[in-house]
């Protein structure tokens, strides 16, 4: 989503970087574009003009522009300050005293609240064997109690619902909890009804089912790509529900995301988590600064840890390393890799996790397809052929093409391209390439 913002801003600090040291008018001048920059990916006007402003006041010291590395701070300072800007307050759920603490989810038709609901259950309960009970109290859109009843299913959660033509919205809500306290659930989600614009009638319900059930948490589920629709919704949910938080879904678009980067600052209510992809795992706990260090391309190490621990255990990552240690990796420890980094999401959002990544790949494209192609070749090799690939002769390679759909010379170039790695390894492994610099490098090949 914030693909264009991150490479306009790149480019504004690898012009700073350049100059060495800086003058006011090269501030005022990188300010120009930043403030540009912000306004063409939908930034609210009045918080690109507070950002701009902010920047530019701390810029202005004298340690600043006469420092040995004065681009590099810089970007430091619009690091701090877009923190800031994402920043409103508390971003965590809190459970209280009670149980089931109730989380009630508000949002319009469209912008995925019944889906998110799912997500947000599989979430609270990762890692125990308490499960979240989902509420089905949209009673509005049709369908809506069968989608959830269907999630739920699907993630094994439980969900209480009953007929819509012969229940209400509080008399479901109000069943549904005292199931889960029943049930002895931790966490019940309510999810709400909405409609496709805001109006006084759905206003005065979730008001009066608020005031009834008086949940914990109180979350606003917005599309991320409506743009300062998202930011307008909103403002008047807050204004008239009260909300102590947000989650903003289809964060994995291509609109210009802007309106992501205003919502806090102009309403005052934290976003809580993100939806980045279809998945039921694509929510993430929303950070501020891990956010801002993305958008400005610096990457974010602390996710991606995160990521890694969910697909690969303990175990398996102390025997990569003695692999790594010894330069005794194969292709089926490269497959094995594979699949958990495909685990972990979409190789692109992946990627942009690692420092300094996403300008060094340029104009490549993370072709999805080309990894299924990859991993079909490993596949049609058997399991002597994947230890020692060095026994692949003209005639083996012809099998593994036919075998996988691909061309003897797709098998060449993933061989050649294992045998580049393996060498990058043995000095990884002998200490010539050190740190995130030679991760890099290994991840680009």
């Given at each position: 989503?914030?693909?264009?913002?991150?490479?306009?801003?790149?480019?504004?600090?690898?012009?700073?970087?350049?100059?060495g040291?800086?003058?006011?008018?090269?501030?005022?001048?990188?300010?120009k574009?930043?403030?540009?920059?912000?306004?063409e990916?939908?930034?609210?006007?009045?918080v690109?003009r507070?950002?701009?402003s902010k920047?530019?006041?701390r810029?202005?010291?004298?340690?600043?522009?006469?420092?040995?590395?004065?681009?590099?701070?810089?970007?430091?300072?619009?690091?701090?300050?877009?923190?800031?800007?994402l920043?409103?307050?508390?971003?965590?759920?809190?459970?209280?005293?009670?149980?089931?603490?109730?989380l009630?989810?508000?949002?319009?038709?469209?912008?995925g609240?019944?889906?998110?609901?799912?997500?947000?259950?599989?979430?609270l309960?990762?890692g125990?064997?308490?499960?979240?009970?989902?509420?089905?109290?949209?009673?509005?859109?049709?369908?809506?109690?069968?989608q959830?009843?269907?999630?739920?299913?699907?993630?094994?959660l439980p969900?209480?619902?009953?007929?819509?033509s012969?229940?209400?919205?509080?008399?479901?809500?109000?069943?549904?909890?005292?199931?889960?306290?029943?049930?002895?659930?931790?966490?019940?989600?309510?999810d709400?009804?909405?409609?496709?614009?805001?109006?006084?009638?759905?206003?005065?319900?979730?008001?009066?089912?608020?005031?009834?059930?008086k949940?914990?948490?109180?979350?606003?589920?917005?599309?991320?790509?409506?743009?300062?629709?998202?930011?307008?919704?909103?403002?008047?949910?807050?204004?008239?529900?009260?909300?102590?938080?947000?989650?903003l879904?289809?964060?994995d678009?291509?609109?210009r995301?802007?309106?992501?980067l205003?919502?806090?600052?102009?309403?005052?209510?934290?976003?809580?988590?993100?939806?980045?992809?279809?998945?039921?795992?694509?929510?993430e706990?929303f950070?501020?600064?891990?956010?801002?260090?993305?958008?400005?391309?610096?990457?974010?190490?602390?996710?991606l840890?995160?990521?890694?621990?969910?697909?690969?255990?303990?175990?398996?990552?102390?025997?990569?390393?003695?692999?790594?240690?010894?330069?005794?990796?194969?292709?089926?420890?490269?497959?094995?890799?594979?699949?958990?980094?495909?685990?972990m999401?979409?190789?692109?959002?992946v990627m942009?996790?690692i420092p300094g990544?996403?300008?060094?790949m340029?104009?490549?494209?993370?072709?999805?397809?080309?990894?299924?192609?990859?991993?079909?070749?490993?596949l049609s090799?058997?399991?002597?052929?994947?230890?020692?690939?060095?026994?692949?002769?003209?005639?083996?390679?012809?099998?593994?093409?036919?075998g996988?759909?691909?061309t003897?010379?797709?098998?060449?170039?993933?061989l050649?391209?294992f045998?580049?790695?393996?060498?990058?390894?043995k000095?990884?492994?002998?200490?010539k390439?050190?740190?995130?610099?030679?991760?890099?490098?290994?991840?680009?090949?």
């Amino acid at each position: 989503m914030f693909d264009s913002l991150s490479s306009k801003l790149g480019a504004v600090f690898q012009k700073l970087g350049n100059r060495g040291r800086l003058t006011d008018k090269d501030i005022d001048e990188a300010l120009k574009e930043v403030r540009v920059a912000l306004l063409e990916a939908d930034v609210n006007f009045k918080v690109a003009r507070e950002f701009v402003s902010k920047v530019k006041e701390r810029c202005q010291g004298s340690e600043v522009l006469q420092g040995l590395n004065p681009g590099q701070q810089v970007v430091k300072i619009v690091n701090d300050v877009l923190t800031e800007v994402l920043d409103a307050g508390d971003h965590q759920l809190h459970h209280g005293t009670e149980s089931p603490a109730v989380l009630m989810l508000v949002g319009l038709q469209g912008s995925g609240k019944t889906t998110t609901a799912a997500k947000l259950a599989l979430h609270l309960g990762s890692g125990t064997s308490q499960k979240t009970m989902l509420v089905a109290a949209d009673l509005r859109r049709p369908a809506a109690v069968e989608q959830l009843k269907a999630l739920g299913a699907q993630l094994d959660l439980p969900v209480y619902s009953e007929d819509p033509s012969s229940t209400t919205v509080l008399k479901v809500a109000k069943s549904g909890i005292a199931e889960a306290k029943k049930q002895g659930c931790p966490w019940v989600i309510v999810d709400t009804g909405g409609r496709l614009q805001i109006d006084d009638e759905l206003m005065g319900e979730l008001t009066d089912l608020k005031n009834a059930i008086k949940p914990q948490e109180s979350i606003l589920v917005v599309d991320a790509m409506t743009g300062q629709e998202a930011v307008n919704a909103a403002g008047v949910f807050n204004e008239r529900v009260g909300l102590t938080g947000l989650i903003l879904t289809k964060m994995d678009g291509d609109a210009r995301g802007g309106a992501s980067l205003s919502i806090s600052s102009v309403t005052g209510v934290p976003i809580k988590f993100m939806g980045t992809g279809e998945k039921s795992e694509a929510l993430e706990p929303f950070y501020p600064d891990r956010l801002a260090s993305r958008i400005l391309g610096m990457g974010d190490v602390l996710t991606l840890i995160e990521k890694a621990q969910d697909v690969i255990s303990v175990e398996q990552a102390a025997e990569m390393e003695r692999k790594l240690r010894k330069a005794t990796f194969d292709l089926q420890d490269f497959l094995d890799q594979l699949r958990a980094v495909q685990k972990m999401g979409p190789l692109g959002q992946v990627m942009e996790m690692i420092p300094g990544m996403k300008g060094r790949m340029g104009d490549q494209e993370l072709d999805e397809n080309r990894i299924k192609g990859v991993e079909a070749i490993v596949l049609s090799m058997t399991p002597r052929e994947r230890r020692e690939p060095d026994v692949l002769n003209a005639s083996r390679r012809r099998r593994i093409a036919t075998g996988s759909g691909t061309t003897v010379q797709e098998v060449n170039q993933l061989l050649n391209q294992f045998r580049q790695m393996q060498k990058m390894m043995k000095q990884f492994a002998g200490g010539k390439m050190r740190g995130l610099a030679g991760l890099g490098k290994m991840m680009r090949q």
